[in-house]
């Protein structure tokens, strides 16, 4: 059991660039999540899934897509890289219930040039 | 809009010492609380939740929480701090069906 995992760890983009975030769990976990996290600023929602076929925008969602054709794996892509996405990005996945635990994957350090 | 403050930025404390970490949010119904820790370059870990019941509730490694609902705070507390409890602490209240609204985030220091 892997639980939450990310890839690339680490990568650097020029602006303009796109690119896409690997991310999958083995829990059979119905809700997955992706948020970013800049300095003072805690984690924010980027964009959800509530279940294969299902996603939703959530706190800064511009200049991202997302899509849940399987229950394992939530991508998360960058269509044209900016200096301001330079940030630490994590996903996350939980039960479909308000009381289960989040897991969080180790995050990927991406830096737009 | 629903939200979660908390007002330290970093705390430095002596290892053995006690350690207590503010955490005040803003919601309108019973909020579902929460702390997770993330240790460099690491994920989150939770730490403890609080939906409903004993106000007072246990985590993992040796913490505990609060939940004052006339103060709107869920104060996080270690009677005794380890090295290893260097850290950053982050804060979160579930604002609608599964999603988090995270603090800031408190560095936690732990000098010899």
């Known amino acids: 059991n892997a639980g939450v995992t990310q890839t690339p760890k680490f990568q650097v983009l020029k602006t303009g660039q796109s690119m896409t975030l690997q991310c999958a769990q083995d829990?059979?976990?119905?809700?997955m999540s992706w948020y970013r996290q800049d300095p003072g600023m805690g984690l924010r929602l980027i964009h959800y899934?509530?279940?294969?076929?299902?996603?939703d925008q959530g706190e800064v969602p511009n200049g991202y897509n997302v899509s849940r054709s399987t229950t394992e794996d939530f991508p998360l892509r960058l269509l044209s890289a900016a200096p301001s996405q330079t940030s630490v990005y994590f996903c996350?996945?939980?039960?479909?219930?308000?009381?289960?635990?989040?897991?969080f994957g180790p995050g990927t350090r991406l830096t737009v040039l | 809009a629903q939200s979660v403050t908390q007002p330290d930025i970093h705390i430095t404390v002596s290892e053995g010492a006690s350690l207590e970490l503010r955490c005040n949010y803003s919601?309108?119904?019973?909020?579902?609380l929460f702390w997770y820790v993330q240790s460099p370059g690491q994920g989150l870990q939770l730490l403890l939740k609080?939906?409903?019941?004993?106000?007072l509730v246990q985590g993992i490694k040796g913490f505990e929480a609060e939940f004052k609902r006339s103060q709107s705070s869920f104060n996080l507390r270690k009677p005794s701090v380890h090295w290893s409890d260097a850290a950053e602490y982050f804060c979160?209240?579930?604002?609608?069906?599964?999603?988090?609204?995270f603090g800031a985030g408190t560095t936690v220091t732990v000098r010899a």
């Open positions: 899934s509530v279940g294969a076929g299902i996603t």
């Open positions: 919601y309108g119904a019973t909020p579902y």
């Open positions: 829990m059979n976990h119905e809700y």
């Open positions: 609080y939906f409903s019941g004993d106000t």
């Open positions: 979160a209240v579930e604002v609608n069906d599964y999603k988090l609204s």
């Open positions: 996350a996945s939980s039960f479909r219930t308000r009381t289960d635990t989040q897991y």
